[in-house]
């Protein structure tokens, strides 16, 4: 059966400070992983990421994928009020997604 | 990447009545998505909308409460029928983006918060 456990499930922190997001998974025919953010109803697409060990980066976030150990990590440096969100792990199968159940992230000013 | 609208983008409905969402793609894709993500709750697929053709439905759901339309390559409907208060969820469309390259990036619709009472 497809797993993909997100860990912390929630994290407060204060603006300036580094988070990093986990998420570890277990799919069949794997294509992809991708990071979402979810303010209110729409997530937003962040990354997706194909290849172990090559980080991609946007800005104050970056990401990267472990094929061998079926793990990714989303970090954002620096974070800010804005940050806070619900992010979510996608790991994408046969033109299917799996969702974590997310990390609720909170920005403290 | 492409720009998807859904309407509406609430709605309040009471038991036993349906409601049909609209999701429409600024562009012609080959996929488009139904998800539904109830209170608290992370996204679950409720079907791939095909055009043509009708939709492959996920376990646990099925053509009689969720019936699907997907008339052409820029539109879908989804209907949720004989509503109960479980129903209550935000409901979501998406398209995969550069369909057929194996990219695998989808992009999501405003969403639809029902609420049924």
């Known amino acids: 059966e497809d797993k993909v456990v997100q860990s912390p499930l929630s994290l407060v922190v204060h603006e300036g400070d580094t988070v990093t997001l986990n998420c570890s998974y277990e799919v069949t025919n794997f294509r992809s992983l991708l990071w979402y953010k979810q303010e209110k109803k729409a997530p937003t697409f962040l990354f997706m990421l194909?290849?172990?060990?090559i980080e991609k980066k946007s800005g104050r976030l970056s990401s990267i994928l472990d094929k061998k150990e079926l793990f990714s990590i989303l970090n954002i440096t620096a974070t800010q009020t804005g940050d806070s969100a619900v992010y979510l792990c996608?790991?994408?199968?046969?033109?299917?997604?799996?969702f974590g159940k997310g990390t609720r992230l909170h920005i403290l000013p | 990447s492409a720009v998807i609208s859904q309407k509406p983008s609430r709605d309040i409905c009471q038991r036993g009545t349906s409601l049909t969402i609209q999701c429409q793609v600024d562009s012609q894709v080959t996929m488009m998505f139904w998800y539904r993500q109830q209170p608290g709750q992370s996204l679950t697929l409720i079907a791939t909308?095909?055009?043509?053709?009708?939709?492959?439905?996920e376990s646990g759901f099925v053509i009689d409460k969720f019936p699907i339309s997907r008339p052409n390559l820029t539109f879908s409907t989804l209907t949720v029928s004989n509503m109960s208060p479980e129903d209550s969820s935000i409901y979501l469309c998406?398209?995969?983006?550069?369909?057929?390259?194996?990219?695998?990036?989808?992009?999501f619709g405003p969403g639809t918060r029902l609420t049924v009472t």
């Open positions: 909308a095909n055009q043509g053709s009708e939709a492959t439905y």
């Open positions: 998406s398209v995969e983006d550069v369909p057929g390259q194996g990219n695998g990036e989808q992009y």
């Open positions: 996608a790991p994408n199968r046969d033109d299917k997604i799996i």
């Open positions: 194909t290849s172990s060990g």
